[in-house]
T-cell receptor, first 114, second 114 residues
């Protein structure tokens, strides 16, 4: 089945140790998104790619970076994780950038920072 | 900027009872409204959406929501819930000039009891 896959599902990293989260899709969608969802809070958009065009939200910390080497894969890099970065990270895709295009979400990666 | 408020963080209800999950939004421009559902250990799935036209929208599994512009609300209802409806429900909004960017509410956990 076409889907959005996130690896790993659970990630533990140490304070200050760089970590990379992975997202892949078999939907051949143009747009890929990364959201951060802290406990009992709403998902918050960090950034998105439209094809290779990167769009960063204004309040996304510099500590968070992203790469999209091809249509199928998108990575979230946290350069120096702090305790406040512990959260669920959700990847989503959509065929296009208009409102008529539904976002399809992966199951998320739960990041723990020790 | 737009915002979304889901007034209830948890809603316990008995099976076959009706339920309403409340969602209010604020925005200075026209909005488009969505409900997403997140089952345990899964990604978010689009339940229903309002873009234009009839203010009452329905999903395939018996949920409906009504866009009320004067009350800035988009409450989700189901006349008779099942155990399988137990999940987290997120209301989200997008505005005309933001493409497909979503702003989510904090979520409501629907707990259906036998």
């Amino acid at each position: 089945d076409a889907m959005v896959i996130q690896n790993p599902r659970y990630q533990v990293t140490q304070f200050g140790k760089p970590v990379t989260l992975s997202c892949s899709q078999t939907l051949n969608h143009n747009v890929m998104y990364w959201y951060q969802q802290k406990s009992s809070q709403a998902p918050k958009l960090l950034f998105h790619y439209y094809d290779k065009d990167f769009n960063n939200e204004a309040d996304t910390p510099d500590n968070f970076q992203s790469r999209r080497p091809n249509t199928s894969f998108c990575f979230l890099d946290i350069r120096s994780p702090g305790l406040g970065d512990a959260a669920m990270y959700l990847c989503a895709t959509s065929r296009g950038g208009g409102l008529e295009y539904e976002q399809y979400f992966g199951p998320g990666t739960r990041l723990t920072v020790t | 900027a737009q915002s979304v408020t889901q007034l209830d963080s948890q809603v316990p209800v008995f099976e076959e009872a009706p339920v309403e999950l409340r969602c209010n939004y604020s925005s200075s421009v026209s909005v488009y409204l969505f409900w997403y559902v997140q089952y345990p250990n899964q990604g978010l799935q689009l339940l229903l959406k309002y873009l234009s036209g009839s203010t009452l929208v329905e999903s395939i599994n018996g949920f409906e929501a009504e866009f009320n512009k004067s009350q800035t609300s988009f409450h989700l209802r189901k006349p008779s819930v099942h155990i399988s409806d137990t999940a987290e429900y997120f209301c989200a909004v997008s505005v005309d000039n933001a493409g497909n960017m979503l702003t989510f509410g904090g979520g409501t956990r629907l707990m259906v009891k036998p």
